[in-house]
């Protein structure tokens, strides 16, 4: 839709005073398109005037400036980050508990029993009371701070599980198999489940100064994060083989004090990440708020319902406390739409009568992909869940 309006530009018609106008209420994002639209304008003003036909641009004209100068002020309000916040906001964003699981999906494919750290319940409780006041924040810039101690969080956990090999006494001698088919489906939502922060992404290209960085900003995040990722993936593997758990700390030998550390790491990440991945909702309710309510109102609303929504999760999490299945299962049922098939999807149909045919069945068969993996990745860790659940109330 939007690249046939892009096309039209340029072949727009002598404006008559009864056209209709883009309407004022435009994101940030679409300043520069707006900007453009303007400029379309006045060239096909110029273009009557020479023609010797009827114009009448001036109403137009005031109009359009009212629409640049809106979401100019409007850019000015919200794009307040720079590149090095976004940088750290979409790897904060994407490194989480789900290196946790590398190893464990590298070493075993999805199929360990079920996860349960008898007394991790209430320090997730007091974890969760604690990340509380992060979701009153408001400015992305500001919540990258939160990134921040999520990034030094992982990275902990990295340098501890290293710390088991070189002085723990664990001998990284174990052979990691080449591939296991029959277990792609079990295992390909916790890989899933690692990368999914797109639905933060909008939001971060929104808030920065540049938007045009934001593609550097996407390479850099991702190949930091992948790197870490496979290495502590291998590691892990060869640290531990087959007796890999799916959570790799749980692993690490009890009696050494890097365990404690890394344990205490992984309770403290999931606080510096509920801010950020919680902002997208948070701007979407803001804006169905009536613009009349004091900001103050606005705020309270803002954290209320987000703080009601972190104890549901609490509630959920609390409830069903089997590690690798969730994330399996969250990673084939949601991750793999929000990685994978909407933002083919999207682009195919925004894009359709521009992109190649060569680019166009990439994306036809990266949807199909996506679309079996995650059938057959949610039938596998579902059946898995009941499984775990099964057995949980049969003993």
Request: net charge positive; charged share 10%.
């Amino acid at each position: 839709m939007w690249g046939k309006k892009w096309n039209s530009i340029g072949k727009l018609p002598c404006p008559d005073s009864d056209n209709s106008l883009p309407h004022r209420n435009q994101v940030a994002s679409e300043t520069v398109r707006a900007a453009n639209l303007a400029a379309a304008q006045w060239v096909s003003c110029d273009v009557c005037v020479e023609e010797n036909k009827i114009c009448k641009c001036e109403k137009d004209i005031e109009d359009l400036k009212s629409v640049v100068s809106d979401t100019d002020v409007e850019h000015h309000v919200k794009a307040n980050g720079s590149f090095v916040h976004a940088v750290i906001n979409m790897s904060g964003m994407l490194i989480g508990l789900g290196q946790l699981s590398t190893p464990y999906a590298l070493e075993n494919g999805g199929w360990a029993s079920a996860f349960l750290l008898v007394g991790l319940g209430l320090v997730t409780v007091v974890a969760v009371l604690v990340a509380l006041p992060s979701l009153w924040l408001r400015n992305l810039s500001s919540i990258s701070f939160l990134s921040t101690a999520g990034i030094i969080m992982s990275l902990l956990i990295f340098t501890m599980v290293a710390c088991t090999g070189l002085f723990g006494g664990v001998k990284a001698d174990h052979t990691i198999p080449a591939l296991q088919l029959h277990n792609i489906p079990a295992i390909s939502g916790l890989y899933i489940f690692s990368f999914a922060g797109h639905i933060v992404f909008p939001d971060l290209y929104i808030a920065m100064k540049d938007p045009s960085k934001f593609t550097k900003v996407s390479i850099v995040s991702f190949t930091l994060v992948t790197m870490l990722y496979t290495a502590l993936a291998f590691m892990g593997a060869k640290l531990y083989g087959p007796e890999v758990s799916s959570q790799i700390t749980l692993s690490m030998p009890r009696s050494l004090i890097v365990t404690k550390i890394a344990l205490w790491a992984t309770v403290l990440t999931p606080m510096t990440k509920y801010a950020l991945e919680f902002a997208p909702f948070a701007m979407q309710l803001e804006h169905n708020l009536p613009q009349s309510m004091k900001s103050k109102t606005t705020m309270i609303i803002r954290g209320s319902v987000g703080s009601l929504l972190l104890l549901a999760i609490l509630a959920l999490a609390l409830s069903v406390p089997y590690f690798e299945h969730v994330l399996s299962l969250t990673g084939s049922l949601v991750s793999v739409g929000i990685c994978i098939i909407f933002p083919c999807a999207f682009y195919t149909k925004i894009f359709w009568t521009q992109i190649s045919k060569p680019l166009l069945i990439l994306n036809v068969a990266l949807i199909v992909f996506g679309f079996l993996l995650g059938v057959s990745g949610t039938i596998s860790s579902s059946k898995s869940l009941i499984r775990s659940l099964q057995r949980a109330h049969s003993a």
